[in-house]
Antibody, heavy 122, light 111 residues
Framework: QVQLVQSGAEVKKPGASVKVSCKSS????????MHWVRQAPGQGLEWMGI????????MYAQKFQGRVTMTRDTSTSTVYMEMSSLRSEDTAVYYC???????????????WGQGTLVTVSS | QSVLTQPPSVSGAPGQRVTISCTGS?????????VHWYQQLPGTAPKLLIY???NRPSGVPDRFSGSKSGTSGSLAITGLQAEDEANYYC???????????FGGGTYLTAL
C-alpha cells in the first residue's frame, strides 16, 4: 500500500516562507504526477498545483502563481511545496496527493499524505 | 465560492438511503470530465471513495455508488451507518480555469 508521509507542523510569521515535504514509500513514485491541495480551518479543499514525474513541469492555480514553487527529488521519492510571502489567510493544512488518471486532466487523487498544518501568526 | 456546488449538509436515519449532488457547468462536468468523490472523517486526510464517476476502489463498500448526468454528479449511500458521518467532496477538472476543482463539501449526519 502506497503511503505518502509529510513533514511536521510549522509556525511562521507573516512575510516568511515555508517548505513542506512529502515522501513516498513506493518505488513507482517517480512515474506519477503529484498534486498539492490545501484546507483552511473549517473550510473545503482547494487545489494548488501539480508537478510532473521528472520535476521539470509544474502548473499552479492562478491565485498561487508567483508565490508557490513545487519541486521534486526523484532520488529520494520526495516532492516539496514552498510558499513565500505568507499571510494569515495561508493558515491551513497542506496535503500532497498522487494523481491517477486514465487520460490527461482526468486525474483523481489517491492516496493523500497525512497533511501538514502551517500556521501563520505574528 | 466553489466551482462545483454541493449542499452544505444532508442527513438520514441509520439504514436509509441518502444522496449528495454535485452541480457543475459546461466547462467542467458538462465538458465530459469525470466526477470523483472523497470522504473526509474529522481530523483525517480525504480518502478516495468513487473515481471515474462510478468506480469504487477496492475496500470501499458497495453501499457507496456514483453517477453522472449532464453537468452534475451524484453520490448515493445506502444502508446508512453511523460511521458514514463525515464530509464528502466531489472533484473534477475545469477547462476554463485549467484547474482541478472541488465542491464545497457536504457534511453527512446519521440521525
Amino acid at each position: 500500500q502506497v503511503q505518502l508521509v509529510q513533514s511536521g507542523a510549522e509556525v511562521k510569521k507573516p512575510g516568511a516562507s515555508v517548505k513542506v515535504s512529502c515522501k513516498s514509500s513506493d518505488h513507482t513514485f517517480n512515474s506519477y504526477w503529484m498534486h498539492w491541495v490545501r484546507q483552511a480551518p473549517g473550510q473545503g479543499l482547494e487545489w494548488m498545483g501539480i508537478i510532473n514525474p521528472s520535476g521539470d513541469t509544474t502548473m499552479y492555480a492562478q491565485k498561487f502563481q508567483g508565490r508557490v514553487t513545487m519541486t521534486r527529488d526523484t532520488s529520494t521519492s520526495t516532492v516539496y511545496m514552498e510558499m513565500s510571502s505568507l499571510r494569515s489567510e495561508d493558515t491551513a493544512v497542506y496535503y500532497c496527493a498522487r494523481g491517477l488518471a486514465t487520460r490527461p486532466n482526468y486525474d483523481y487523487f489517491d492516496p493523500w499524505g497525512q497533511g501538514t498544518l502551517v500556521t501563520v501568526s505574528s | 465560492q466553489s466551482v462545483l456546488t454541493q449542499p452544505p449538509s444532508v442527513s438520514g436515519a441509520p439504514g436509509q438511503r441518502v444522496t449528495i449532488s454535485c452541480t457543475g457547468s459546461s466547462s467542467n462536468i458538462g465538458a465530459g470530465y469525470d466526477v470523483h468523490w472523497y470522504q473526509q472523517l474529522p481530523g483525517t486526510a480525504p480518502k478516495l471513495l468513487i473515481y471515474g464517476n462510478t468506480n469504487r476502489p477496492s475496500g470501499v463498500p458497495d453501499r457507496f455508488s456514483g453517477s453522472k448526468s449532464g453537468t452534475s454528479g451524484s453520490l448515493a449511500i445506502t444502508g446508512l451507518q453511523a460511521e458514514d458521518e463525515a464530509n464528502y467532496y466531489c472533484q473534477s477538472f475545469d477547462i476554463r480555469l485549467n484547474n482541478w476543482v472541488f465542491g464545497g463539501g457536504t457534511y453527512l449526519t446519521a440521525l
